[in-house]
Structure formats: structure tokens, C-alpha cells
């Protein structure tokens, strides 16, 4: 694997070049999923193959982009591309919302600005997509103080009809004490606990599905690999799921053939 600063220099040409690609994984209703259930949204994952070295783990180049100051052109990147893909699937008739990430302490740093929304609203109204369409996943921070730090600006992204997701719930510090405080639309369970096989984890995903229930969010299964994961994440009474036993990320051409009832190629290598 190349050196940081080439593959930073590598990867601000493929941004230019228009090589860092968009993958989707699909999100699905759980109480009416079957392998024919067409998708409730997506979640817009970056993807990057180096011309020499090949696959780049988004972990690695989105955090080159960040410490190289130029995360806003990847996440520009994979909103415009994401969202015009929306824009043309809600022209086709299909109305499927779109999930994006946003690391926490990034979040934090753009949204002081007093612009921020408006930018964030323009860009919507350009692809023509109504906000209610879009879900941010605030990645679970190891410092829980973020998510209440971020509290205004994700309270002007709220009022504004966008939802607002804390991502990979129970990997980090966030406690179901914090949870009861966040004024928030979402949980993602993290797959940590969606694949565990023991009743202690039973408990806590049914402990985080009554605290989200009572305060009006909906919960998502994250890591559904197997039909008992499946089974589980029901059990306890998450609302939504995703996972490769449903569908694994793919390009928008195996949406495209998801949403139209065909058969999926086969996109393991997403």
C-alpha cells in the first residue's frame, strides 16, 4: 500500500477523475421483508479502487481526506452522485430513502456554520429530492459528549424535515441514559449485537428498541448476515434492517434491477 501522501495525491485525482464510486447497501422493512421486498432506502457507502493496489478501505481514504482537509470534496462527491441517483429513482415512481454518514467530530466542525442547513437545503433542492428523503448517520463517537455537542446543529438539520440516525449504536460509549436525551429520529444497532448469540444481548437491543419506541425513533438492524440474525433483530422488535442475508451494497444498476423485481447479479466483491 502506497504511502499517505500519495495516496492522498492519488485520491484527489480520483475524485477529479470521478473514480471514487457509489455503492448501495438497501434497507428493508422488517416486518414485510421476503427476497422479493423492495427496499424502504439506502445507505450511500464510498468506494475506492486504486489503478495499482486496488481496493482502498473507505476507513483508510476517508481518513487521509480528513487529515488532508479535503473530506468535504469526498462527502460532496458521494452526496451529488447519491442524491441525484435518489432524484432518479423518485422520477421512476420509486420514493427510497438515502442514509449518508458524518463522522462526528467533522459534523461538528461544519455545522457551527450559520450556513451550513442552507447549503445542505440547497443541494436538496437542486436534485430535487424533499428532505424528508434524507437520513444523517452521526457515527457513534468513543467520546459520547459529541452527540450532545451536536444537539443545535442537529436540531436545525431536524426542523429543517431531515432525520437525523446515530449510527453503530452499542460499539461506543453511548449509554441508553444518553439515548433517553438525544432528540434524534433513529438507531442503528451495531451488528456487534445483531450477531452475538447470547440472551444479554437479546436484552439490550429490546431494552434500546422500548427507550427509541417511547421517544418516536425507529430502530435499524445493522449486520444481518444469517436467517437467526434476521430472527433476532425481529425478536426484539427493530423496525428496519440491513445486512448481506438481505442484500449486499451494490452499484445503482443492482438497485435499479432490485427495484424492478429482477434478479440480483451477484455484488459480493461491494
Wanted: charged share 25%; glycine share 8%; hydrophobic share 45%.
Amino acid at each position: 500500500m502506497p504511502n499517505t501522501p500519495l495516496l492522498a495525491r492519488d485520491l484527489r485525482s480520483a475524485l477529479a477523475e470521478k473514480r471514487v464510486e457509489v455503492f448501495y447497501q438497501p434497507i428493508f422493512d422488517l416486518a414485510t421483508w421476503s427476497p422479493i421486498a423492495l427496499p424502504v432506502g439506502v445507505e450511500a457507502l464510498s468506494r475506492w479502487r486504486h489503478r495499482a493496489v486496488g481496493d482502498v478501505p473507505p476507513s483508510r481514504f476517508i481518513q487521509i481526506a480528513h487529515d488532508r482537509g479535503f473530506l468535504d470534496e469526498v462527502d460532496t462527491h458521494v452526496v451529488t452522485t447519491a442524491g441525484w441517483q435518489v432524484g432518479a429513482w423518485r422520477t421512476a415512481g420509486h420514493e427510497v430513502g438515502l442514509s449518508i454518514n458524518a463522522a462526528a467530530i467533522h459534523f461538528l466542525e461544519r455545522a457551527d456554520s450559520p450556513d451550513y442547513v442552507e447549503i445542505v437545503l440547497a443541494h436538496l433542492r437542486a436534485l430535487r429530492i424533499p428532505p424528508h428523503l434524507l437520513t444523517v448517520e452521526i457515527i457513534e463517537s468513543p467520546a459520547p459528549q459529541f452527540i450532545t455537542e451536536m444537539a443545535d446543529g442537529l436540531a436545525r438539520l431536524r426542523e429543517a424535515g431531515i432525520a437525523i440516525s446515530v449510527d453503530d449504536f452499542g460499539a461506543g460509549d453511548t449509554t441508553l441514559e444518553m439515548l433517553e436525551r438525544l432528540d434524534v429520529d433513529e438507531v442503528k444497532i451495531d451488528r456487534s449485537l445483531i450477531i452475538r448469540e447470547d440472551a444479554e444481548s437479546d436484552e439490550i437491543i429490546s431494552a434500546v428498541v422500548e427507550v427509541a419506541h417511547r421517544r418516536g425513533m425507529r430502530v435499524v438492524a445493522e449486520g444481518i448476515e444469517t436467517p437467526a440474525h434476521l430472527d433476532k433483530a425481529r425478536r426484539c422488535g427493530c423496525d428496519r434492517g440491513q445486512g448481506f442475508l438481505l442484500a449486499r451494497p451494490m452499484p445503482a444498476a443492482g438497485v435499479d434491477r432490485l427495484l424492478a423485481g429482477l434478479p440480483l447479479r451477484d455484488y459480493s466483491a461491494g
